[in-house]
């Protein structure tokens, strides 16, 4: 019945529409479209262009100004970077990054894992109960766990250990992380555990051959938001790990340079930078696992 | 053949666990050396003694020398420890627990996959939380008391209950307003997928890159001298006066509100285009087939079918407004008037060292987020049950 109606309507609204040329129409629509967009880009491209001037002239003139005189004399350096990933110490902070990082990912992960698949495929007494409590921590906002974990860790020597963040990171990321494995291991098909456990395999064989290698998106999904947030925290990186040059992060090392540098633009935009590169990178290779990591974990942020 | 095949499961029966034990000393020792504040510097420098390298290993005991070589020694440790470990862990003890008899076997299992989550979770989240909602109802010597709740209706503290409002009602109005707006706006053109990218970038920026990135939009110079920020040299270009944003208040709170609608407002449109484009086409064909204009359409007819992701976006960011702390702690550190819950609670406890008024706006804070986690939960479940 629809179907062939369709056509007639949208030739319909085409001619109704065509008496205004199609340009002069969107005009308005590509416009704010365009204005959208610049003012969602312009504050980044400042810092990334404010980093790679001259300081000279970073005080005395807008950063626009380079961009219509880009072939003056000493307009461009890097020295900015230099400096602050030598004598700034945010080189130092990236590798601290990375260490914090890759096992604040990799190890929430693989214990929430490793849980989901137990709530949602091994039947064992309080499970329901268990699940509902696990699920429910997702209201408890990180602040409150500050004062109690930091005696804690100051009782254990944990304080400014990268053990001690991993550890936190894991407990803060998993409520969401079983959440979501859980949502997307319990829709697997059942036959493939029946099958499974017809043909002899073990819990530990059908979770290492059935359902991580079917969970790979919604793993890889959560892995980019951890890692993001991870990466981009401020604030358990300086409850926990503390300023210390040794073990301190991107986030700290930049607020630091806040403090210290405050009004040299020069060094604050070529930190910032580095600190912005990883996401950065990851939003442009992985941009579709990105997207799908950001909504997945929207709930926590 | 069929003696090879009765021995070899028989043998990796024992050769996994044997392995994974193996594996999980190391970690052991790897953890002790992660422990150790010198860690990497005296590890290496052992590593050196043993090279016959006695120079090198005096300067790295010392603080110099290759200290570089010893951080990514240190780092190399660590993510071995960190990702190969908790494999270890899993899968040695799950070995182990399958050596045992099966009724043993099917009973603690289980508790193996989920008790380290469980345990975790009991450690960083369950008891802090007990423990600092008892902590906000005692004083420093262990005494009942309210006081620490009582603080919140001094004005300074109605000041900051103030601004957290209008963060909550302008951070999250603001992007799920611009979000919805922009969705529908590139929805229509024909470079969608670029315009959404630029938008939807600033979601991969950190909080204290973005509040730099800002804190240059917002650069203030005394009137007559050159403005270097953008915002300013504009205000300047038309005549006016240059203003210091983030100094100024009340024009701070919006200034910083502005930073997180940037950043957010991203993460909005991403969600609401893919709802806009799950509205099925029949409806709004016969939409327009009614007489609806383009505005009405998208107002009366998709904002409503939307709903669900509406409520999904609204309440995600509202939690993250209602705990916002990275802006205010690096663009002014909350001493202008702009300060916020979360802020204060940090320099309660960090600062004024006052545990108690720390925990009772940590308190604060959970029961602010409580509902908004319900709505958001309950939602999801529903639109679970929906699709």
Redo the contacts between chains.
């Keep these: 019945m629809t179907a062939p109606a369709q056509p007639i309507v949208n030739r319909r609204v085409a001619r109704f529409s065509a008496w205004q040329p199609r340009f002069l129409r969107s005009l308005p629509l590509r416009l704010s479209v365009l204005a959208i967009c610049a003012i969602w880009t312009l504050p980044t491209l400042g810092l990334l262009v404010t980093s790679v001037r001259n300081p000279l002239h970073i005080t005395t003139s807008g950063w626009w100004t380079a961009l219509l005189n880009p072939f003056a004399p000493n307009q461009w350096t890097l020295s900015n970077y230099q400096t602050v990933i030598s004598s700034d110490g945010m080189g130092n902070a990236f590798i601290n990054s990375l260490i914090v990082t890759l096992p604040s990912t990799v190890i929430p992960i693989t214990i929430a894992a490793f849980a989901a698949y137990a709530f949602a495929w091994i039947p064992f007494r309080g499970r329901g109960i268990l699940f509902t409590i696990v699920v429910g921590l997702l209201v408890v906002p990180i602040q409150m766990s500050l004062i109690p974990i930091l005696q804690i860790y100051s009782a254990g020597n944990l304080y400014g250990s990268f053990l001690g963040i991993w550890l936190a990171h894991t407990g803060f990321g998993l409520p969401l992380a079983v959440f979501l494995l859980y949502n997307f291991i319990s829709q697997l098909p059942r036959d493939l555990f029946e099958s499974a456990a017809i043909d002899g395999a073990s819990h530990l064989q059908a979770f290492t051959r059935i359902v991580l290698p079917l969970s790979v998106p919604a793993l890889g999904a959560f892995a980019i938001f951890q890692f993001l947030w991870v990466w981009n925290d401020l604030l358990v990186a300086l409850v926990f790990l503390g300023p210390g040059a040794e073990v301190r992060v991107l986030p700290t090392a930049l607020f630091q340079l806040i403090g210290s540098r405050g009004g040299s633009w020069h060094l604050l935009t070529a930190g910032a930078f580095i600190t912005m590169v990883v996401p950065l990178v990851v939003f442009l290779a992985l941009q579709r696992s990105f997207v799908r990591g950001i909504l997945a974990g929207s709930v926590k942020s | 053949m069929a003696v090879a095949r009765t021995e070899n499961p028989g043998r990796s029966r024992f050769l996994l666990p044997i392995a994974g034990l193996i594996g999980l000393g190391l970690c052991g020792a790897g953890?002790l050396v992660?422990?150790d504040?010198q860690g990497g510097p005296h590890l290496l420098a052992s590593i050196y003694d043993l090279l016959g390298n006695s120079a090198g290993a005096t300067a790295l005991r010392n603080g110099s020398g290759d200290q570089v070589i010893a951080?990514?020694l240190?780092?190399a440790i660590?993510?071995a420890?960190?990702?190969g470990g908790?494999?270890l862990l899993?899968?040695g003890v799950?070995?182990l627990v399958?050596l045992l008899r099966p009724t043993w076997r099917d009973?603690i299992?289980?508790?193996v996959?989920?008790g380290?989550?469980?345990a975790?979770?009991a450690?960083?989240?369950?008891?802090?939380?007990a423990?600092?909602?008892l902590?906000s109802f005692v004083d420093d010597h262990g005494q009942f008391t309210l006081r620490n709740y009582a603080v919140m209706t001094d004005p300074e503290f109605i000041q900051i209950l103030r601004n957290n409002i209008i963060w909550l009602i302008l951070g999250t109005g603001g992007s799920v307003l611009l979000g919805l707006v922009?969705a529908g706006?590139?929805d229509?053109?024909r470079r969608e997928s670029l315009?959404k990218?630029?938008?939807?970038?600033?979601?991969?920026?950190?909080?204290?890159?973005a509040s730099?990135?800002?804190?240059?939009?917002y650069?203030w110079q005394p009137a007559g001298q050159?403005?270097?920020?953008?915002l300013n040299?504009i205000v300047v270009g038309f005549g006016g006066q240059p203003i210091p944003w983030l100094t100024t208040s009340p024009i701070n709170v919006f200034a910083e509100i502005v930073i997180m609608v940037?950043l957010q407002?991203?993460?909005a449109m991403?969600?609401l285009s893919a709802a806009i484009k799950g509205v099925s086409g029949?409806i709004i064909?016969a939409a327009?087939?009614d007489g609806a204009s383009e505005r009405q359409l998208f107002l009366r007819v998709i904002v409503p079918m939307i709903r669900g992701s509406i409520i999904?976006v609204a309440t995600?960011i509202a939690?993250?407004t209602i705990?916002i702390?990275?802006i205010v702690?690096?663009t002014t550190g909350g001493r202008f008037n702009d300060d916020v819950v979360?802020n204060r609670?940090?320099h309660e406890?960090?600062q004024f060292f006052d545990?108690g008024r720390?925990?009772a706006?940590?308190?604060l804070?959970?029961v602010a987020?409580?509902p908004v986690?319900?709505i958001?939960?309950s939602n999801?479940r529903r639109q679970?049950r929906g699709s």
């Design positions: 953890i992660l422990l504040r951080k990514i240190l780092a660590a993510l420890v960190g990702v908790i494999w899993f899968i799950g070995s399958s009973r299992l289980p508790w996959f989920v380290p989550a469980l975790l979770l450690v960083f989240l369950v008891y802090p939380a423990g600092t909602i902590r922009f706006l590139f229509r053109i315009a990218t630029l938008v939807f970038l600033p979601l991969a920026i950190s909080l204290v890159g730099v990135i800002w804190g240059f939009v650069a050159p403005q270097i920020g953008l040299a940037w407002t991203g993460f991403v969600v029949e064909e327009r087939l999904t995600t939690i993250v705990k702390f990275d702690y690096v979360a609670m940090f406890i960090f545990d720390g925990a706006l940590a308190t804070l959970f987020v409580l986690m319900y958001n939960l999801f679970q």
